[in-house]
Each structure stands twice: as C-alpha cells, then as structure tokens.
C-alpha cells in the first residue's frame, strides 16, 4: 500500500459524458500527479500539482483539467468523453524536494 | 523529442537466474532515472533510483547501471523470483526540478518456477 488512494477503481460511462476521478496523496506529500496508462500509449504524464498550484503540464487534452484542493486532494475532470479516453488513470504524490513518486492503485476508465 | 524506449518487451527467465532489463533513453539533459516494477492490477511501484552523476547504484537484490555515453540505463534483478514477475518501467526526469517523469513502453518480466 502506498498510502496514494484513488477513487473509484472502476468507472464505466458514455461518450460525451463528464467524469471525476480523485486523489488523496500520502500525508505530508505536497506534490500530486497524474498519469494515463493505455496499452498502446504506456504510462504518460498529464499533469503535476504543487500545494494547490499547477506545477508541470504534460500531454492533456484541453478536455481534461484538474485542480488540487487546500487540503491537498485532487481531482482529474474529463469532459466529453470519446472511446480513446478509455485508460488507466494513475495519481501519485510525492514530498517536498523528493523525485520518488508514489502510485495510487489507479483508477479504470471505460468509455462505451 | 524526449522519449524513453526499451529494447526487449518481453523477458522470460527461470526462477533463481538474473535478470537484465534495459532501457536507452534520448534526452541528454534528464539528470534522474527511475525503475518501476507494476504487477498486475496495481499501480508502479519504486524499485531503484540513480542521478546522472552516477554510473551503479545497489539495492536489495537489483541494481541499476548508467551509461551516459549511449543513453543507456539497466536494470538487473539477482536470484530472480516468481514475485518478480511484472511489468517493468524506466523512466526519466526531464523536467528539472518540476520532477516531470517520461515513462518507457515496459518490459514484461515472467520467472518461470
């Protein structure tokens, strides 16, 4: 357990619908990241969070945003869902001053 | 552009033999590497880290060797388990202090009893 909880584990909708996915990091970690994992992209970086702030931009889609709140969680927001955004979705945390990243244990988006 | 591959997608060994995983990366800047095991259902898990200014760093049972001649970075797993048996990810800081991380596409790892 890496003390990275994610919510929810399995998350089945529609195309064109809105989805939240969130996270709560490990205590005391100030930084949150998400990622996207398909089978033919592997593991790609979305976006970084540093204690409310947005820290690092990777490869999201103008549909998708997301936002750190005061006490730390986060939530990843996809909007108009299309077939393509089916993927793993990984947060992870990690501490002040530390590049190790801790996982949540993911969540699994199904978009039909 | 960045990007962080690996030579072997797949690698089966026999259980109590060594592993070599490998990984070449492109971006001559990224001053941190990462290896991650993630076993099936789960998220990646921190196995070994190693900073550019260094060529070998030990852990319990695996090891990770960087050269930065040919962009190339190695994992090797000693006396290899059953428990060993996941998928296995390079990755790379390329973002500094922002700790922005470049994932490799994965090796699957299969130790055979």
């Known amino acids: 357990d890496s003390g990275v909880t994610q919510t929810p584990k399995h998350l089945i909708t529609a195309t064109g619908q809105r989805v939240t996915l969130r996270c709560s990091p490990r205590s005391g970690d100030l930084s949150v990241y998400w990622y996207q994992q398909s089978l033919d992209q592997g593991l790609q970086f979305l976006i970084q969070?540093?204690?409310?702030?947005?820290?690092a931009k990777g490869n999201i889609l103008e549909r998708f945003s997301a936002q750190q709140f005061p006490d730390l969680h986060s939530e990843l927001n996809l909007s108009s869902l299309e077939l393509g955004d089916s993927a793993l979705y990984f947060c992870?945390?990690?501490?002040?001053?530390?590049?190790?990243?801790?996982f949540g244990p993911g969540t699994r988006l199904t978009v039909l | 552009g960045e990007s962080v591959g690996l030579h072997l997608p797949t690698l089966s060994v026999q259980e109590g033999d060594n592993s070599i995983i490998n990984c070449a990366y492109s971006n001559s800047a990224s001053d941190y590497f990462i290896w991650y095991k993630q076993e099936s259902g789960k998220g990646p898990q921190f196995i070994i880290d190693?900073?550019?200014?260094?060529d070998k760093r030990q852990g319990q049972r695996v090891t990770v060797l960087l050269n930065k001649t040919v962009k190339h970075l190695s994992l090797q797993i000693a006396a290899t388990q059953p428990g060993d048996s996941a998928v296995y990810f390079c990755?790379?800081?390329?973002?500094?202090?922002?700790?922005?991380?470049?994932f490799g596409k994965g090796t699957l790892l299969t130790v055979n009893p």
């Open positions: 969070y540093y204690n409310g702030e947005e820290r």
């Open positions: 190693i900073r550019s200014n260094m």
């Open positions: 990755a790379e800081n390329s973002g500094g202090s922002n700790y922005k991380l470049t």
């Open positions: 992870a945390s990690s501490g002040p001053g530390s590049v190790e990243q801790f």
